[in-house]
């Protein structure tokens, strides 16, 4: 559902579901919604997708990749400072999409 919510237009009732979604108990769910809510450019998924890099979790690495991808969609000034952490850090797939975006982004997102 969250991913269809974040195919809508912009508007009031689609913002307020995903908002509601990004505070469910699933890690999956709640980063599905916080994908969604930065793919329509809502603001307020720069600071759910830091809280998701923060948590203590099982699928901390899949929830800090997608943090890292709405924070690049957002053209965050966080992303540089978390892309540091998860090039230095121990979770193997998470190094190498943090590369794949620095790659991808030609350097855009400069780290240290």
């Not at 559902?1 to 709640?30: C, K, Q, S």
């Not at 916080?34 to 809280?51: D, H, K, P, T, Y």
């Amino acid at each position: 559902m969250a991913v269809e919510l974040g195919r809508l237009p912009r508007g009031d009732e689609a913002e307020g579901l995903l908002l509601a979604l990004a505070d469910d108990d699933d890690e999956y769910v709640r980063r599905r919604a916080i994908r969604s809510l930065a793919s329509l450019g809502v603001q307020a998924a720069e600071a759910l997708a830091c809280c998701e890099w923060q948590r203590a979790d099982e699928n901390q690495e899949w929830a800090r990749m997608s943090a890292l991808e709405c924070l690049r969609e957002l053209k965050s000034p966080r992303l540089a400072a978390l892309l540091a952490d998860a090039l230095q850090g121990s979770l193997p797939h998470l190094r190498q999409y943090a590369q794949r975006l620095r790659e991808q982004d030609g350097g855009t997102a400069e780290v240290g």
